[in-house]
DNA sequence: CTGTTAGCGCATTCAT
DNA sequence: ATGAATGCGCTAACAG
C-alpha cells in the first residue's frame, strides 16, 4: 500500500527524452542510414518504409533539428530582418502583416523563420553574429530605411537575402514591391478628378524609398493633369505625423482643398486636425490615404485609400527566398504588385 | 589571357566558410577545449582568453548554434505561442508589442525567439511536432481561446511555458496578466461618477479570460454603487464587432446612456456607429475603452481608456520564462500588472 | 589551468 | 536496397 501511495502509476509520467533514429532503426529492426532514408525520402524499399514509418510513429519520433542542421550544414531557418526601432514597430500593421505572413509560409515550406529586430541605434553586435552562414540560411529584410551602416552588414552577412520594399539602388538585392508610385498617382487623380486644384501631400520619412515613389507618383498626376502640386510635408508614417503635418498645413497653405495621405494613419491624424479646426472632410478638404489597413474604416468619416496588397507582398518575398533556397536560383525579380483605389467617404 | 577571363581576380569570393572553434584553437596555440572555456566564462588563464579573444577577431569565428545546441542539449531557443488565426493577428496591436518585447527580451538574454503562430482550425502538426524538446528550451503562450486540444497539445509538450493572460484554471501554468477585473471596475466607476446609470458592456469573446474578467469588473462596479448593470453584449475585441454590437445595442436598448468597450478597437467600432446614428459622444452616450492604443488617440473624441502596460507584462513573462532557464526555479508567479484609467474626451 | 577523449543525433559517403 | 563508417562543430567529463 504504501508502495502505491509513494508511486502512484499516474505519478511519474513517461521519462520526457525523445526517442532518437538509433532508437527509431533498432525498433523497426533496420540500421540508422535505412531509416533516415526511410523518413527522407531517400531510396528504400517499401517494406522499410512502412517499417519505419510505424515505429516513428510508435516511438513518437521527432528528428533533432539540431542534429540535422550541423549534419546536413543547414539549418532551415531564415531570418525576417526589421531594422526599426521597436517603438515604432509596435504600431505598425505593415509589418504586422508582413510577419505573419511570412512566418505562415516559412512553416509550411518546413523553415522556421526568425524575428531579428534590428533597432538602427544599437549596437547591433549581436544581430551581426547571428546573420551568418550558420545560423539561418537567408533573410528577408523589411521597413529598410536608408542607413549605411546596415547595409553594409546585410552584405558582409553574405547571405541570401531578399526585400520587401525597393531596396538602396544599386545594391542588387533581390525583391519585390508595391507600385507605390502608381498607386500615389491614380490617389491623386481622383483627387484631381473631383476638381480639386490645391492639393498637398503629407508624406513620411524621405529615407525609404516607399516615401519617394509615393511623391513622385503624387507629381506624376499633377504633371499629367497640367496642375501646380500643392506642398509635399515630410514627416513620419504615423498618426501623430500626420496631426502636426496637417496643423501646419492649415496654417501655412490656407488655400490647400485637398491632402493626400501616403498612410492611413498620416490620414487620420490628418482628419483629427481638419475636425478639430472646424474643416469638414470631405467638403472642405477631402483626404485620401495609403494602406488600406483596419484605420481605414475605423475612423471617420471612413477613408477612401490606395489598399496595397501586403499579404501578397509578403508571401512573393517568402516564396522568392524559398525558391533559392530549394533551387539555389532566383526566380523574377522585382516583382511589382498592383495596387488599387477603394473609395469611401473621405474623398 | 583566358585562363584570366575564366577567373578574374575579383569574381571568385573568399569560400564563405566560417571558421570553425578549431581553427580558432589553433590560431590561438591552445586546445579546442580551451578555446571553447575561453569563449564562454569557464576556467582559463588570463593568456588563453586574450589569445583566444584574438584570433576569435582575426578569423571572424562565431559559434555554430547547431553544433552548441547539439552538445549541450539545449537549443538557446524559445517559442512564441500564438494559437490564433493571422487574420487576426494582423490587427491586434496588443500582440504586436507582445512580439516585439519577448524578441527583445530574448535577444539580449542569448535567446532566440521563434513565433509560432497557430492557427486552431488548422492541423497543427507541424506546429505539434515542433514544440517538443530538442526544438526549443521553452514557451510563451498568449492569445489563448479556451481550446481543449491546444491546451492537452500544449501540456503534452512536457516544455517549460508562461502564459500571457491568465490560462484555463488547473491547468498550472505560470503565468503574468493585468487587473483586468480592477481596470473595467475603474473604467464603469468613472461611468458612474459621471452620473451615467445605464451603462452597456461590449465584450470581446468569453473564451478569452480577459472578457470574462472584464466583464466581471464591469459587474463589480455596479454591485458596489447599488446600481443595475445594463446589457452585456458578446462579440470580439475588433472595430467591425463594435460596430455591430452598438447597432444592436441602440436598437435593443436605446435608454443606454454609456458604454463600456473592452478595448480599443470595440470602442472606436462603437463610436463610428454612434456618430452614424446621429448620437453625440460623449454627450449622448459616453463611451471608454480598454488598452490604450494609438487607435485612443486616433479616433474622434479621443478615448477615455484602461490603459494596461503590455510592454511591461510582455517583460515579465520574458523575465519568468528565462529565469527559469536559467535557475531551474520559477520566479513568482501569478504577476497582475496594474492598470490605470486615462482620460481623455469621449467620457 | 590545460589537453585528450568521447559523444550529442543525424546525413552521407562507400562498400556490399 | 542496405549497413558500416565517418564527420558536422561544439561541450563536457576526464585525466594530467
Keep these: 500500500m504504501i508502495l502505491s501511495v509513494a508511486s502512484p502509476a499516474s505519478a511519474v509520467p513517461p521519462p520526457p527524452r525523445r526517442a532518437t533514429l538509433d532508437e527509431v ?27 519505419v514509418r510505424r515505429a516513428t510513429e510508435r516511438l513518437g ?108 539602388s544599386g545594391s542588387g538585392f533581390p525583391y519585390v514591391d508595391v507600385a507605390n508610385r502608381a498607386g500615389a498617382r491614380s490617389a491623386t487623380e481622383h483627387l484631381l478628378g473631383r476638381g480639386r486644384r490645391h492639393i498637398a501631400c503629407l508624406s513620411g520619412s524621405f529615407d525609404m524609398a516607399a ?27 504615423t498618426a501623430r505625423s500626420g496631426l502636426i503635418l496637417a496643423r501646419r498645413l492649415l496654417a501655412e497653405h490656407p488655400e490647400t482643398d485637398a491632402i493626400f495621405a501616403q498612410s492611413d494613419a498620416l490620414a487620420a491624424g490628418a482628419i483629427q486636425a481638419l475636425t478639430a479646426a472646424g474643416r469638414l472632410v470631405p467638403d472642405d478638404l477631402a483626404v485620401v490615404g495609403f494602406d ?28 522568392l527566398m524559398i525558391g533559392h533556397l530549394e533551387t539555389g536560383q532566383w526566380g523574377d525579380w522585382p516583382q511589382i504588385l498592383p495596387t488599387e483605389l477603394v473609395v469611401r467617404q473621405s474623398a
Tied chains: 1, 2.
Design 292 to 319: 488600406d489597413f483596419s484605420t481605414a474604416t475605423e475612423v471617420f468619416p471612413n477613408l477612401t485609400t490606395v489598399a496595397q496588397p501586403v499579404t501578397e507582398l509578403a508571401q512573393a518575398a517568402a516564396d
Design 25 to 51: 532503426a533498432r525498433s523497426a529492426g533496420v540500421s540508422r542510414s535505412t531509416a533516415s532514408r526511410a523518413l527522407s525520402g531517400g531510396v528504400a524499399s517499401a517494406a522499410a518504409v512502412d517499417a
Design 211 to 237: 516615401a519617394v515613389d509615393r511623391r513622385d507618383g503624387f507629381w506624376d498626376a499633377h504633371r499629367s493633369a497640367g496642375v501646380e502640386p500643392g506642398p509635399c510635408l515630410e514627416g513620419a508614417f
Design 61 to 168: 519520433f521527432v528528428p533533432n533539428r539540431a542534429a540535422r542542421g550541423l549534419a546536413r550544414q543547414r539549418t532551415d531557418a531564415i531570418a525576417l530582418v526589421i531594422p526599426e526601432t521597436p517603438s515604432f514597430i509596435f504600431y505598425d500593421p505593415f509589418l504586422a502583416i508582413v510577419t505573419s505572413t511570412v512566418s505562415a509560409a516559412c512553416w509550411k515550406a518546413g523553415l522556421q523563420p526568425m524575428m531579428v529586430l534590428m533597432d538602427p541605434d544599437d549596437p547591433v553586435h549581436t544581430i551581426e553574429r547571428f546573420l551568418h552562414l550558420g545560423n539561418v540560411d537567408g533573410m528577408i529584410v523589411t521597413s529598410f530605411h536608408h542607413n549605411r551602416p546596415v547595409e553594409d552588414l546585410l552584405k558582409t552577412a553574405s547571405l541570401p537575402a531578399v526585400f520587401i520594399g525597393r531596396p538602396p
